[in-house]
Nanobody, 122 residues
């Protein structure tokens, strides 16, 4: 199980940073992705980071606004969200996959968090 935190209410144009931690696990060996799901919409992957941190991918709608990062000594992964817009309103989830390739993102995940709500008002 993963645990997300940092969600909340923001005004359009503001920033929020989400955190993902893994109690009892060492995220060092895991690729991690951030997903979101808005009401009535499919869940979408917004960002991923390889276990080494060397590869980071973003969906087009968040490129240049969101930054995924990790602090392996602290066993944490972050999603910094800037210039938020109303369309970013969703429940955000982190997911982790044990990988053998430290330079790849994952497609199948071993652990998920329960999610944290982000609401952006315009």
């Amino acid at each position: 199980q993963l645990v997300e935190s940092g969600g909340g209410l923001a005004q359009s144009g503001e920033s929020l940073t989400l955190s993902c931690r893994a109690p009892g696990k060492n995220l060092y060996w895991y690729a991690v992705s951030w997903f979101r799901q808005a009401p009535g919409k499919e869940r979408e992957e917004v960002a991923c980071i390889s276990s080494s941190g060397g590869r980071r991918n973003y969906t087009d709608s968040v490129k240049d606004r969101f930054t995924v990062s990790r602090d392996n000594p602290k066993n944490m992964v972050y999603l910094q969200m800037r210039n938020l817009i109303a369309e970013d309103t969703a429940v955000y989830f982190c997911a982790a996959a044990l990988v053998s390739n430290s330079r790849s993102c994952a497609t199948n995940f071993d652990y998920w968090g329960p999610g944290t709500q982000v609401t952006v008002s315009s």
